[in-house]
């Protein structure tokens, strides 16, 4: 089941990741809980942040060094370091083991969103700490959201038993929605198991991950991350010229995010590619020589 896959006690199932970080923030922090967020986490997790009263400070993306300056100060009865496995609009991996060692360090419960990491991060696909072959046991609750590399819908969260209890008991995003049809589940578990049994699936992402970084850099093109994750944001800046890039990708056949504020501050447009193992080196060759091209152009005012 899920919670042996990631090696933790319990697990429940949420009908979203946005439900599920509605509820856990209520249920781990309060009114007197200080709360210590990267500034690059999702949307999802400011919600609950802000449903649980608690105070909140945010330290700049992946500085592990001004969340520990934020804990030091801290006068709080009890603290919870928030963190994402990758981040999604820049592709970043967290840099847990320094995390890790803050929360240990400060007594904060710490909580990972593994929304883009599952599947993906690790010689088995298990997230963040795998990657770094880090014990999960260090994480006190993880958020696994499945419509991503599991393709399917919901979220996971897992934890220890007294945490996915007092969910069960209290947490209204859980006990007051429609369940998720059983047909999800069923398919979600069918999920489980080809990510369990065909991991060529991931060394052939990572591959195509590697290669697709290489190539970039070689055409001196704005990648904003290589780290090895699918996601590859390449930074535009003004708006209407992130939606000419994406027209003109899309009249050669590719389909391409275009991410425009609020999503991401003023002046950050970008293009934000997703990879997948059925993708093509040809045909990422061809996407980086378009893009080539495209940034080449002068700028209209």
């Known amino acids: 089941n899920f919670a042996e896959f990631m090696n ?19 249920i781990l922090s309060g009114k007197n809980s200080l709360i210590v967020s ?34 030091k100060r801290q006068i709080y009865d009890d603290a919870l370091l928030v963190t994402e496995g990758v981040f999604s609009m820049e592709g970043k991996i967290t840099p847990l083991p320094a995390l890790t060692v803050l929360a240990s360090q400060y007594k904060a419960k710490l909580i990972v969103d593994e929304a883009h990491s599952i599947g993906i991060l690790g010689e088995n696909g298990r997230g963040v700490c795998e990657h770094y072959n880090f014990p999960s046991q260090n994480i006190t609750c993880t958020i696994a959201p499945l419509g991503k590399a599991f393709g399917s819908m919901g979220a996971v969260v897992l934890g220890n038993e ?15 929605t429609t369940a998720l049809p059983p047909a999800l589940s069923f398919a979600t578990l069918e999920s489980l198991k080809i990510l369990q049994k065909e991991s060529w699936r991931r060394s052939e992402l990572w591959s ?13 093109l704005p990648l904003l991350c290589d780290d090895i994750t699918p996601i590859k944001c390449f930074l535009v800046g003004d708006n209407l010229r992130a939606l000419r890039f994406q027209k003109a990708l899309l009249n050669q056949g590719f389909l391409v995010a275009c991410i425009r504020p609020p999503t991401v501050p003023e002046r950050t447009a970008r293009l934000r590619i997703s990879l997948n193992c059925f993708h093509r080196e040809k045909d990422i060759l061809h996407l980086l020589d378009i893009l080539s ?6 700028e209209i005012a």
Not at 40 to 67: T, Y
Not at 162 to 176: G, H, K, P
Not at 209 to 215: H, M, Q, V
């Open 293 to 298: 091209e495209l940034y080449e152009l002068p």
């Open 38 to 71: 990267d500034k690059l986490c999702h949307a999802s997790i400011l919600a609950g942040i802000k449903l649980s009263h608690a105070k909140h400070s945010r330290f700049n993306n992946n500085d592990a060094a001004q969340a520990e300056n934020i804990l």
């Open 162 to 176: 007294d945490i996915i209890e007092a969910l069960v008991q209290c947490a209204a995003s859980y006990r007051y």
């Open 208 to 220: 195509l991950i590697s290669f697709f970084n290489k190539e970039a850099q070689a055409r001196n």
């Open 8 to 26: 933790q006690p319990k697990a429940l199932l949420f009908n979203s990741g946005y439900q599920a970080n509605l509820g856990i923030f209520n």
